[in-house]
């Protein structure tokens, strides 16, 4: 589980400006672009930076009307990993339990 800040532009415009918590891997299930999650695979704790996203990385062919995101736009974004657990699973018929926090 991570916890980022995730400021989003576009065309100088701030279109997202939150803080989010998910899975990473999952992050599409939060609304974070498949472009800001690869970048934060090699983030570390506290780390921030501005990534470039390409269209084909964030919204792709079909944009965005909830944020007023035409086709094949680039996309500017400024994150923060503010913190993440990692954690031990085991899987069982469809349950999951956490054995083990590692902090």
């Not at 997202?16 to 599409?28: C, P, Q, T």
């Amino acid at each position: 589980m991570i916890l980022v800040h995730v400021k989003g532009k576009y065309c100088g415009r701030v279109f997202e400006d939150r803080d989010v918590g998910f899975i990473l891997g999952e992050g599409s299930e939060v609304g974070v672009v498949e472009g800001v999650e690869l970048g934060l695979r090699r983030f570390t704790r506290n780390e921030r930076a501005r990534l470039r996203v390409t269209s084909q990385l964030a919204y792709g062919h079909e944009g965005c009307p909830k944020y007023d995101i035409p086709a094949d736009a680039d996309l500017d974004y400024e994150v923060e990993l503010q913190d993440f657990v990692k954690v031990y699973c085991h899987h069982d018929s469809n349950k999951l339990f956490v054995l083990h926090h590692l902090q």
